[in-house]
Every structure is written in structure tokens, then in C-alpha cells.
């Protein structure tokens, strides 16, 4: 019962261009989203996040968009670096203190 | 001065064996969480505890204890190893998950062999 969803598991960009990461998620109840990094060898680091009353949030080159209605959200990194190179977690969170994570997508930026 | 450390980092060990996860967190969260990456490599939650008692515990085999013996620790006792116990297990620390999201460890990676 996989209710967060990273159905890519890997991506590849050239470095400067934008990096687009999505995330789908089944639970009505989940209210709250956030975005993890994670590098090899390392646990993984809280990114970004955005709360169910919006529909963007934006944090330098990150940004992250919420469909609620399909819900969707996505992950938008501009201009991309060889240092995002890592995994990505999307997670979700509703009135219990619990994250639920994806599987990650692995993005690769290409030098 | 690591937020949340565990110890030890990689851990190999025989089928059948008893083995412990030392997890401690130096920030004050109130809330801490053991967490299983499998070999799909979700993320999934064991465990967690909110000042030193047990919140959630999800199905997992009760060879897995959980053990608090304060706010700053969490411990992970394991006994009977099996192979599919396998995966990397991590720990991690919140004031709140909902609005500051975790502060994760760097993980142990346990082998079954």
C-alpha cells in the first residue's frame, strides 16, 4: 500500500537546465509535504516543503508545486548543478506525526 | 557535533545472532524514529517515541525492540537475526514532523549472512 508514489526512478539532466522531480500521493488526509536529499553513505536532508493551503513554495533554485486536485506535487530545481546529483525523497504528512516517504528518484546532472 | 548519530555504521553478523543499533540525538526534538530502507528502497517507519514513550509501532516483528532510556536516545535491539532483515536502518529526531520535518542519521547498514 505504497501512498506516496515516485514512479521515476531515475533522471538525468545537463547541468544549467531544469530539473523536474514528481510525486503522487493517495491519502486525502496528508496536509503537509516536504522534499528530502539524500547523498550516498549519508541519512537524508530535509529540502523544501509546503503546507495543503498552498500551491507553491520557493526556496532559491528549489521550488515546489502542489496539485491538490490530482494530487500531485512536483519538484522544480533552476538551473540544475552537479551538486544536486542525489536521491530525492518525496514525503507526506497528515494530523499524526508520521512521514510517509517515497521510493526516491535518483537525478543525475550531467556536467 | 553530529545531530543524530548511530552506532555502528555498517554491521555484519550471522543468522540467528542478537544484535543492538545505539541511536542519539543532540538537539532536543521530543519525538525520535527508527526507520527501514529496504531493498526497494522505501523508507518505511519502525518505530517511534515521543519523550521516552512508544507512539507508533507499526507491525514489524516483535524480534525488533525499540528501547528509550531518555529523550536523547533511541536504541534498536534486534534478536534472532534473519536474512531479510537485511537494510539500511536509520534514526531520526523531530520537535515537530509535521512543520519541521527530521533530522536523520547517517544510517546502519546491516548485513544478515
Known amino acids: 500500500d505504497q501512498q506516496v508514489k515516485q514512479n521515476s526512478p531515475s533522471l538525468s539532466v545537463q547541468e544549467g537546465r531544469i530539473s523536474i522531480l514528481n510525486c503522487d500521493y493517495t491519502?486525502?488526509?496528508?496536509?503537509?509535504f516536504l522534499w528530502y536529499k539524500k547523498y550516498p553513505a549519508e541519512g537524508p536532508t530535509f529540502l523544501i516543503s509546503?503546507?495543503?493551503?498552498?500551491d507553491k513554495n520557493e526556496d532559491g533554485r528549489f521550488t515546489v508545486f502542489l496539485n491538490k486536485s490530482a494530487k500531485h506535487l512536483s519538484l522544480h530545481i533552476v538551473p540544475s548543478q552537479p551538486g544536486d546529483s542525489a536521491v530525492y525523497f518525496c514525503?507526506?504528512?497528515?494530523?499524526?506525526?508520521?512521514?510517509?516517504f517515497g521510493s526516491g528518484t535518483q537525478l543525475t546532472v550531467l556536467p | 557535533d553530529t545531530a543524530v548519530s548511530q552506532t555502528p555504521k555498517y554491521l555484519v553478523t550471522q543468522m540467528g545472532n542478537d544484535k543492538s543499533i545505539k541511536c542519539e540525538q543532540n538537539?532536543?526534538?521530543?519525538?525520535m524514529y527508527w526507520y527501514k530502507q529496504d531493498s526497494k528502497k522505501f523508507l518505511k517507519i519502525m518505530f517511534s517515541?515521543?519523550?521516552?514513550?512508544?507512539?507508533i509501532n507499526e507491525t514489524v516483528p516483535n524480534r525488533f525492540s525499540p528501547k528509550s532510556p531518555d529523550k536523547a536516545h533511541l536504541n534498536l535491539h534486534i534478536n534472532s537475526l534473519e536474512l531479510g532483515d537485511s537494510a539500511v536502518y536509520f534514526c531520526a529526531s523531530s520537535p515537530q514532523a509535521r512543520v519541521y520535518g527530521y533530522t536523520f542519521g547517517s544510517g546502519t547498514r546491516l548485513t544478515v549472512v
Open positions: 491519502n486525502s488526509m496528508f496536509d503537509y
Open positions: 509546503i503546507s495543503s493551503i498552498k
Open positions: 514525503a507526506a504528512t497528515g494530523s499524526a506525526r508520521q512521514l510517509t
Open positions: 538537539l532536543g526534538h521530543d519525538t
Open positions: 517515541y515521543n519523550n521516552k514513550e512508544l507512539i
